[in-house]
């Protein structure tokens, strides 16, 4: 199997949001397997291509890349080919004499951010997020909004004809966001409806408290429960940074799915503000 091979199969796992770990030999001393430049390529399935030699050294960096994996953290590791000497390396139980040192790099997709509705906060949210290296879909019922002259950055166009049937559409993962800016109180209800259908990370409306109020006790009525929806549903959107201008508000979305994903604070970081 060729590397040609591994990176194309790093991609389809991308491709449908999924991490993989790469692992790969960067440093070797003396007898061992491969040498330098060997990898293999690890799925959230367990599933792995390419070969690092095989046997019993193969399948321990094939755990340690999974728990890398479950980490979510790069590693550097050393494995030892002989009974004496190890040292701070793990011994493989081959004896070949020499010792490797493999990177383990876990590889996580970009989110997919889906924005519906394709005005001027659509279009600032838009510029924030690729700048961050986000994925962009748009979605929106005129083809004149969601265009690519407006949304040059954008991966996916999509018009939906009443904002429900835009799920049959795009694939959503469960690292993705759904991000409802269009405007209407009915377009966006059935946006959102068709939202919680899908297995998005977080899913975000822009609105007024009153009109939140609204959608929650509809959405109750239809027999959602407020704890399962605490968990990925946010209305109204945003943090407050005293956001006005299209872009300010652009940045208070951006920040909060930041937070989200990355599971941050939103503490400040200064060391004055504890300081009497």
Not at 64 to 78: C, I, N, Q, S, V
Not at 126 to 144: C, H, M, Q, T, W
Not at 190 to 199: G, I
Request: charged share 30%; proline share 3%; aromatic share 6%.
């Amino acid at each position: 199997m060729s590397y040609l091979d591994i990176y194309k199969a790093l991609i389809e796992e991308h491709k449908n949001g999924r991490s993989v770990v790469l692992a790969t030999i960067v440093k070797k001393t003396g007898s061992a397997p491969r040498d330098v430049g060997a990898r293999i390529l690890v799925r959230e399935d367990g599933s792995f291509i390419g070969t690092l030699g095989g046997g019993s050294f193969e399948m321990m960096v094939w755990r340690d890349a999974l728990g890398a994996l479950r980490e979510g953290k790069p590693t550097l590791k050393k494995y030892v080919f002989r009974r004496e000497g190890v040292g701070e390396g793990v011994e493989t139980g081959l004896i070949c004499g020499g010792e490797v040192e493999v990177f383990m790099d876990v590889l996580k997709p970009m989110p997919k951010i889906v924005l519906i509705g394709a005005g001027h906060l659509a279009q600032a949210v838009s510029r924030i997020a690729v700048f961050l290296g986000y994925k962009i879909a748009i979605v929106d019922v005129n083809p004149e909004f969601a265009s690519k002259e407006r949304f040059p950055d954008a991966e996916e166009l999509i018009i939906s004809k009443d904002l429900e049937d835009w799920v049959e559409k795009i694939h959503i993962t469960s690292k993705d966001v759904v991000l409802i800016v269009y405007g209407g109180v009915e377009e966006d209800y059935k946006a959102l409806r068709a939202s919680l259908r899908t297995n998005a990370k977080y899913i975000g409306l822009l609105g007024s408290k009153r009109k939140c109020a609204e959608f929650l006790k509809r959405l109750k009525e239809e027999g959602y429960r407020v704890g399962d929806l605490k968990e990925r549903l946010y209305m109204p959107v945003g943090i407050d940074i005293g956001a006005d201008t299209p872009e300010e508000i652009a940045v208070a979305i951006m920040a909060e799915i930041v937070k989200v994903l990355k599971g941050g604070t939103m503490k400040h970081l200064s060391i004055l503000i504890h300081q009497e």
